[in-house]
Each structure stands twice: as structure tokens, then as C-alpha cells.
């Protein structure tokens, strides 16, 4: 069975850009979250997905935005870029509803210039 | 302050040493407890899951947790040098919540040969 695909794995970009990050979940899994990763906070959580829907969001700006299609992958975009959204972005699904039981991919490193 | 929190090492420790690592955690709300490794530049994997207090084993690892002191630990016996990684405590409070998680910034620890 395939894991947590993300794409791309590494990017650099500007400030002022913008940026889309893409993750395909486990066949079946209909959760998607996504976390933001860096050295000084750790793993903090940005979004989740279930069935299309946002079911929850963490306190982030409004810059940071997600969704996720019918077949469950979802896309996370970023506008408006600043230094301090560098970071590993992970997508994480799920098939257990209320549980912890998360699968990560492997993550997205962005570098803002 | 943070809702978790994880001294963050570097821990470093012979072969075949008892290793121990801990969180303790502000909000009485959280009742799922688990613990991620994640190798260098890869996802987190979940290692341990528990639900409220109490001992849960696998393997040569044991979660324990004591929701009346808001503390965590995780227990790796015979430790191997294929265990080093950073490891991360993570927390989720009602069921409700779905797939947020809060986690510790992670402890990274070394096992050498």
C-alpha cells in the first residue's frame, strides 16, 4: 500500500510569492491534516480535511489556505510569502476518525529567499 | 508557555542502555497521548498510542501515562543504535477533535554502538 505522497519535496522561493504544496493520502483514508515544522516551535498544526471539508484549523494567518478534492488529495497554498514560513510543511492522513493515528508523508521543505 | 513540553536534548546514550524520555502537559482536557519517531528527513511515525492513564508495552517500548501529574514518558529497553531518531510526544483532547494534535518540540536522541 502507498504512503503519504507530497510534492514537491524541496522548493525555494521569494518573499511576496506564493506557493502550492500537494499531498496524496492513503488509499481509503479520508482525513487529511497538514503541519508546519520548524526548529524553534516544533510541529504545529495548520488544517485538517475530512471529506472535502475543512474540520478544523489551527492559529495560523489567513495567508495559509487549503482544500481537498473528491478523491481525497488535498493542496495547501501559502500566499503572500514571508521569511518566516520557511519551514517542513507535512501532510498527515488518517482513516480513524477521532483518534491520533496519524501517517505522515514525508514532507514538503520550503525556503523563502 | 506552551501547552507541552519536551526537553529537546541532544540525549545521547551507549548501546543497550535504558532510555527515558518524558513531556508533561498544562491542558486537562487531553486524553489521547501518543508518541512519533521521525528519522532525519522523513515523516513522523507513531510509535505509541494510549488512551488516558496507565501502561501500554510493545516491544521494547513502554508508554506510560499519569494524567494526575500531566506527565508523560516513553521507555525504550535495550536501547539499539537503529533507535536514533527525534521523538516526539503528542496530545489530542476530546474526541472531537480529530487529528489535532498538539505536540512537544521533540527530543533527539542518539544511541551509539
Known amino acids: 500500500k502507498a504512503g503519504v505522497t507530497q510534492t514537491p519535496r524541496y522548493l525555494i522561493k521569494t518573499r511576496g510569492q506564493q506557493v502550492t504544496l500537494s499531498c496524496s493520502p492513503i488509499?481509503?483514508?479520508?482525513?487529511v491534516s497538514w503541519y508546519q515544522q520548524t526548529p524553534g516551535q516544533g510541529l504545529q498544526f495548520l488544517f485538517e480535511?475530512?471529506?472535502?471539508?475543512?474540520?478544523n484549523k489551527g492559529n495560523f494567518p489567513g495567508r495559509f489556505s487549503g482544500r481537498q478534492f473528491s478523491n481525497s488529495r488535498s493542496e495547501m497554498n501559502v500566499s503572500t510569502l514571508e521569511l518566516g514560513d520557511s519551514a517542513l510543511y507535512l501532510c498527515?492522513?488518517?482513516?480513524?476518525?477521532?483518534?491520533?493515528?496519524?501517517?505522515f508523508g514525508e514532507g514538503s521543505r520550503l525556503t523563502v529567499l | 508557555q506552551k501547552e507541552v513540553e519536551q526537553d529537546p536534548g541532544p540525549l545521547s546514550v551507549p548501546e543497550g542502555a535504558i532510555v527515558s524520555l518524558n513531556c508533561t502537559y498544562s491542558?486537562?482536557?487531553?486524553?489521547?497521548f501518543m508518541w512519533y519517531r521521525q528519522y532525519s528527513r522523513k515523516g513522523p511515525e507513531l510509535l505509541m498510542y494510549?488512551?488516558?492513564?496507565g501502561n501500554k508495552e510493545d516491544g521494547r517500548f513502554t508508554a506510560q501515562v499519569d494524567k494526575s501529574s500531566k506527565y508523560i514518558s516513553l521507555f525504550i529497553r535495550d536501547s539499539q543504535p537503529s533507535d536514533s531518531a527525534t521523538y516526539l510526544c503528542?496530545?489530542?483532547?476530546?474526541?472531537?477533535?480529530?487529528?489535532?494534535?498538539?505536540f512537544g518540540e521533540g527530543t533527539q536522541l542518539t544511541v551509539n554502538p
Open positions: 498527515a492522513s488518517s482513516n480513524t476518525r477521532n483518534t491520533g493515528e496519524l501517517f
Open positions: 488509499s481509503g483514508h479520508r482525513s
Open positions: 480535511y475530512f471529506s472535502e471539508t475543512q474540520r
Open positions: 491542558n486537562s482536557a487531553f486524553q489521547y
Open positions: 494510549t488512551y488516558s492513564s
Open positions: 503528542a496530545m489530542s483532547a476530546v474526541q472531537t477533535s480529530g487529528s489535532r494534535l498538539t
